[in-house]
């Protein structure tokens, strides 16, 4: 049978906000106690006393993700470059057996301009492409006949180039993506390569993002 500390630990531990904003102590532990309580008795099966829950919220041990911020800091915001692109759209088809004749058509189109932002995603049943907003014509042109499931303009992006060392340490699309949610800005598209990661924002939060993420990186 789990004790009154194995259940708050359980409960804390699924919930990353909570536990970091706990460790940073930004959390009130009474307030906590009586949130969580109706869970604990539940795990327990018997009523439990808000001073006991406060009592194993304060015994509660940092995780090794909370243990290790610092290194999933480091890793990835070393590098220092963060590139910006403003003037973007975003476009969202269902995937079709027509489908990579467009896009081969589009990447033809483009060419080798390097002034262009362009990337494509596919899933298993849709494909994603952001790309300059001054191609907007020619994407909605050559994918008419497709079938668009979703479309949105006036976005930019920041892209962050991650070391090698990434892949290795857990933790690290959530240190860089939490930031962005605590600050309630939506995140549009997030494409990611192995040492690459982008975050698509609309404009209007383009400067907020940049900010938050600078302010990470001098912290």
Known sequence: MKTIQQAVTTIINKTPFIEEA?????INVSSLARIIKPEVEQ??????????IMMAIN???????LKTRRNIKKIALSS??????????????????????????LLNDIGNDSDNFFTIS?????????????????IEEIFKDE?????????ASITIKLPKSNVEQSGV??????????????VQE??????????????TDIKQAFSILMDMKLS
């Open 43 to 52: 795990i327990l099966k018997k009523e439990i006393k808000d001073g006991a």
């Open 80 to 105: 220092g470059d963060f590139i910006m692109r403003s003037d973007l759209c975003d476009y969202t088809f269902k995937n079709t057996p027509t489908l990579i004749q467009k896009i081969t058509k």
């Open 147 to 155: 079938i668009s499931l979703y479309s949105i303009t006036n976005l």
């Open 59 to 65: 015994r509660l041990s940092p995780s090794s993700v």
């Open 122 to 138: 596919q899933g298993v049943f849709e494909t994603n492409i952001v790309l300059s907003k001054k191609l907007q014509a020619k």
């Open 22 to 26: 706990l460790y940073d102590k930004l």
């Open 190 to 203: 997030v494409i990611s390569t192995t040492h690459e990661i982008t975050i698509v924002v609309k404009e």
């Open 173 to 186: 699309y959530y240190f860089i993506l939490k930031q962005l949610a605590w600050a309630d800005i939506p």
